[in-house]
């Protein structure tokens, strides 16, 4: 069974940078795809960004194209989510997925950006 575990959410004030990061253990990491999916308060979850198995193909949400950049380390089994000039509108809960079978799913990492 996969497991994956956020880590590098915080408080942030508007403009600021936070780096993400999702491990995953329990699986073959090379072999799925991995998406950042967040959920603000009474909305519902969005992807935020995806990668494929070998990095080649990624795709971003437009609200946060040209600010926010995935990449991932098949050696080290982790995805990292790249967060720039970061806006309150980011604030929310973010989630780290990867398609395995069944899809896996992290616990969540808080990001909270104050203006």
């Known amino acids: 069974q996969v497991q994956l575990v956020e880590s590098g959410g915080g408080l942030v004030k508007a403009g600021g940078s936070l780096r993400l990061s999702c491990t995953t253990s329990?699986?073959?990491?090379?072999?799925?795809?991995m998406g950042w999916f967040r959920q603000a308060p009474r909305r519902e979850r969005e992807v935020v960004a995806a990668?494929?198995?070998?990095?080649?193909?990624?795709y971003y949400a437009d609200s946060v194209k040209g600010r926010f950049t995935i990449s991932r380390d098949n050696a080290e089994n982790t995805v990292y989510l790249q967060m720039n000039s970061l806006k309150p509108e980011d604030t929310a809960v973010y989630y780290c997925?990867?398609?395995?079978?069944?899809?896996?799913w992290g616990q969540g990492t808080q990001v909270t950006v104050s203006s």
């Open positions: 997925n990867a398609e395995s079978n069944p899809p896996a």
């Open positions: 329990g699986g073959t990491f090379s072999t799925y795809d």
């Open positions: 990668i494929s198995c070998c990095g080649g193909t990624t």
